[in-house]
T-cell receptor
Framework: GQQLNQSPQSMFIQEGEDVSMNCTSS?????WLWYKQDPGEGPVLLIA?????ELTSNGRLTAQFGITRKDSFLNISASIPSDVGIYFC????????????FGKGTKLTVNP | DAGVTQSPTHLIKTRGQQVTLRCSPK?????VSWYQQALGQGPQFIFQ???????QRGNFPDRFSGHQFPNYSSELNVNALLLGDSALYLC????????????FGSGTRLTVV
């Protein structure tokens, strides 16, 4: 129940295209987090979601907390070369815990 | 304002050896968490230090230990290294009780041969 399943595992797209990736779990969660990891760097928080059905944007990024509370998706519009990296979904292990559980990530490659 | 600083950036060790990794948290942060990221995987929680004590621990053996100093900096020690310990070790700092939102360092790449 703790595992987060991300898909797709990798994506190869052309600059300017839109991207969609998602994350699912068999358990219900109260928070979804989306991180990006650039090559050679640590993960950076992109978006945090706190309520079922919540839709939140951060520039060209949009993320939604699924109604069932078991999934979330992340969209990137009009991709640019600097969008290259690995995108992780994550959740807190349990209420009040500050331990994060991460998915395995979606690796994005953007061809100029 | 410096973020999270980790050292060294890379190192190579031999099986059976011991290693110490270091982390300086972001200014104003008092909590340090360590994560292990194997190749092609997401980071996995090792443990968290606050007020110089280990507060939470993930599913890692006792070979993994740590320390936090009065200035909030932290060390991760791994004894009796195994080939499977090869990974990127990430340090993340946060403010205790502030929702746990981390600032991650760039990591230490450990290779065990």
């Amino acid at each position: 129940g703790q595992q987060l399943n991300q898909s797709p595992q990798s994506m190869f797209i052309q600059e300017g295209e839109d991207v969609s990736m998602n994350c699912t779990s068999s358990s219900i969660f109260n928070t979804w987090l989306w991180y990006k990891q650039d090559p050679g760097e640590g993960p950076v928080l992109l978006i945090a979601l706190y309520k079922a059905g919540e839709l939140t944007s951060n520039g060209r990024l949009t993320a939604q907390f699924g109604i069932t509370r078991k999934d979330s998706f992340l969209n990137i519009s009009a991709s640019i070369p600097s969008d290259v990296g690995i995108y992780f979904c994550a959740r807190w292990l349990q209420g009040g815990s500050e331990k994060l559980v991460f998915g395995k990530g979606t690796k994005l490659t953007v061809n100029p | 304002d410096a973020g999270v600083t980790q050292s060294p950036t890379h190192l190579i060790k031999t099986r059976g050896q011991q290693v110490t990794l270091r982390c300086s948290p972001k200014s104003g942060h008092d909590t340090v968490s360590w994560y292990q990221q194997a190749l092609g995987q997401g980071p996995q929680f090792i443990f968290q230090y606050y007020e110089e004590e280990e507060r939470q621990r993930g599913n890692f053996p006792d070979r993994f230990s740590g320390h936090q100093f009065p200035n909030y900096s932290s060390e991760l020690n791994v004894n009796a290294l195994l080939l499977g310990d090869s990974a990127l070790y990430l340090c993340a700092s946060s403010i205790q009780g502030a929702g746990g939102f981390y600032t991650f360092g760039s990591g230490t790449r450990l290779t065990v041969v």
